[in-house]
């Protein structure tokens, strides 16, 4: 098993700060997930790296996926309400039959007014 | 795009019934469907991963017989909670892998919270 450490576990930031979020690993994963749930609803798909060393940004987020693709970084600018949320970073091992996703523990993200 | 639904949304049924809980992606095929089994303030736990036309294949500790899996279609995959007991009370989301996205990219549904009085 293919463990994905996640931290912080909880982060509570007031609004317009930023915030990063950790996801690493001792095993490298062909790919990696960052998704965000609300409560009682199902994760969202925030975006997938797949290359070494990648950075994508949507909107106030960016996110990088380490050159030995084992750890991942989730960083959020001037954080609004809205952020709030359970962040999990979800990584697919290498020689994967079914593309079966290792998720770390999630971060817990509250960001007041 | 990319949608997928789950049915019931929430169900509360007595020990020792049995509950079944469909997963339908409505806009893509999906050749495998994932079952994540979640407990408050937790992360997703795999349960079993679900192939068309196929048994499922259950993860280790997972009751094959207890939770039994069917994926009859390229949209729907069900899972049935059989003899259910307070314990398997818990929040059950699926997920589908679109065959023609990534091969990790897995779609959630919204989930069912299932109570076991």
């Known amino acids: 098993t293919q463990l994905l450490e996640q931290s912080p576990q909880f982060l509570s930031i007031q609004e317009g700060e930023n915030l990063t979020v950790y996801c690493n690993s001792s095993?490298?994963?062909?790919?990696l997930q960052w998704y965000r749930q609300e409560p009682g609803e199902g994760p969202v798909l925030l975006v997938t790296v797949v290359t070494g060393g990648e950075v994508k940004k949507l909107k106030r987020l960016t996110f990088q996926f380490g050159d030995a693709r084992k750890d991942s970084s989730l960083h959020i600018t001037a954080a609004q309400p809205g952020d709030t949320g359970l962040y999990l970073c979800?990584?697919?091992?290498?020689?994967?039959?079914?593309?079966?996703?290792?998720f770390g523990a999630g971060t817990q993200v509250v960001v007041t007014p | 795009g990319a949608v997928v639904s789950q049915h019931p949304s929430w169900v509360i049924c007595k020990s020792g019934t049995s509950v079944k809980i469909e997963c339908r992606s409505l806009d893509f095929q999906a050749t495998t469907m994932f079952w994540y089994r979640q407990f408050p303030k937790q992360s997703l736990m795999l349960m079993a991963t679900s192939n068309e036309g196929s048994k499922a294949t259950y993860e280790q500790g997972v009751e094959k017989d207890k939770f039994l899996i069917n994926h009859a279609s390229l949209t729907l995959s069900t899972l049935t909670v059989t003899s259910a007991h307070p314990e398997d009370s818990s929040f059950y989301i699926c997920?589908?892998?679109?065959?023609?996205?990534?091969?990790?990219?897995?779609?959630f549904g919204p989930g069912t919270r299932l109570t076991v009085t």
């Open positions: 997920s589908a892998r679109d065959r023609l996205a990534g091969f990790y990219e897995q779609y």
């Open positions: 979800a990584g697919g091992a290498e020689r994967d039959s079914w593309g079966k996703l290792q």
């Open positions: 095993s490298v994963f062909s790919s």
